[in-house]
Nanobody, 116 residues
Framework: QVHLVESGGGLVQPGGSLRLSCAAS????????MGWYRQAPGKQRNLVAY????????YVDSSVMGRFTISRDNAKNTVYLQMNNLRPEDTAAYYC?????????WGQGTKVTVSS
């Protein structure tokens, strides 16, 4: 069984950076594809980016291309999301999960607020 815990969110000014982490209590090596999702207030949760076990990254949300970088460290059972040049529209709760997602993998998420 896998338990995912997200961290690294916070309040940042536009143009700033944050690095989100997703730590798995179990081994994520068994999860071929890991993704980062986000849910803005009043909106549905959407996939932002995902990464295969081999480290191949894909950015589903075109608005983050060139600004966000997803990575994973299978030895540390951790997935990361480096977010640069943040915009107010990036404000959301961010979650990690497998891709496609599993209901029993959702954690509490980590909130990101981009505001001056």
């Amino acid at each position: 069984q896998v338990h995912l815990v997200e961290s690294g969110g916070g309040l940042v000014q536009p143009g700033g950076s944050l690095r989100l982490s997703c730590a798995a209590s179990g081994s994520i090596f068994s999860i071929n594809v890991m993704g980062w999702y986000r849910q803005a207030p009043g909106k549905q949760r959407n996939l932002v980016a995902y990464i295969t076990s081999a480290g191949r990254a894909n950015y589903v949300d075109s608005s983050v291309m060139g600004r966000f970088t997803i990575s994973r460290d299978n030895a540390k059972n951790t997935v990361y999301l480096q977010m640069n040049n943040l915009r107010p529209e990036d404000t959301a709760a961010y979650y990690c999960n497998s891709m496609p997602w599993r209901g029993d993998y959702w954690g509490q998420g980590t909130k990101v607020t981009v505001s001056s």
